[in-house]
């Protein structure tokens, strides 16, 4: 059923295509502001490789031309360290296409890594990045962490790395967006924010992530909204499962996120903030809150959260979610390339983008 379901999106998506190219050939601007996350390019990245390798969307200027086509109104990518040649063509070309560029960096890990981030952030600098985003803890917290003391120890970790980083990007003038990765609830990531008292670390604001930490995500986008240097724009459908919940990435307006009202918080605190689509076409990731093993780092969360987050997945919950990994590669792009034009539209018709 999902794969008749996703090959009945390829007739709107070669129209949509079409429509891009011809824009894309005449040089008009972007047909949207939001902007791009690599991270939502998996399977078309990976079908290129295998079928068309001079395609390459690692490749920056491959990613911007493939954005540029697809309508969107920037990138957020990892752009490593460039020369200088490579890097002006970039920053000319999202200029002539009037795109904003946004980077991806890791903070550094200790002392001895410091030139590598200071090489990464003069390289986005030059490329016309304001903003990096970046995460400072592994994985998610309840599948990552096993005891409150280990996950103490990599928020230790996260902090430090953060006070390195800040005189860097300070000499540098670009800000670091850091991601509610699905790691600190509210309160732990305000509290550090608030510590490091810095013009040039705030947040990347992820709208749909906090979701799995049984935290409300307007309530979510309202505290960090005055932090805000960056926001992954996103919609979640969600199941009841046994364990506790499903959830996966969807198309913008096909989940259950109250996506108007949120970028209306946003926009009311940052009116210049940027927002990114991280859309990520896979298949649906399990939330298992009613298991032991979830509660390890997590036992200060009041039952009302808990009993909240079900009641929003019982008021939402979907027949079915796609199951991406069922379908061939080929139509994993489609599918993929599909959400992001609908999430592209929905933006540009719904939101004011």
Known sequence: MHRREALKTLAAAAAALNASALRAAQNEPPATRLGVVVYCLGHRTQAWREQQPSRDLSDPLALLEHCHQLGAGGVQLSLGVRDETYIGRLRERAEHYGMFIEGIVSPPSGPADAERFDAQLATAQRAGADVVRTVIMPGRRYEFFDSPAQ????????????????????????????????DQRVPERLELLQRLSSPWIGACVDVGNSFALLEDPLAVAEAYAPWAFSVHLKDQAVQESEDGFLFGDAALGQGSLDLKRMVQVLRQAKPDVRFSLEVITRDPLQVPCLTENYWATLSDVPGSDLA???????????KTLPRVSELPPADRAEFEEQNIRQSLAYARTELGM
Do not use: W, Y
Request: zero cysteines.
């Open 308 to 318: 909240r987050t079900l009641r929003t997945v019982r008021a939402h919950a979907q």
């Open 151 to 182: 996950f103490r120890e990599h928020a230790e970790r996260g902090r430090r790395a953060l006070e390195l980083a800040e005189p860097v990007a300070a000499k540098h003038r670009v800000r670091l967006a850091v991601e509610n990765h699905k």
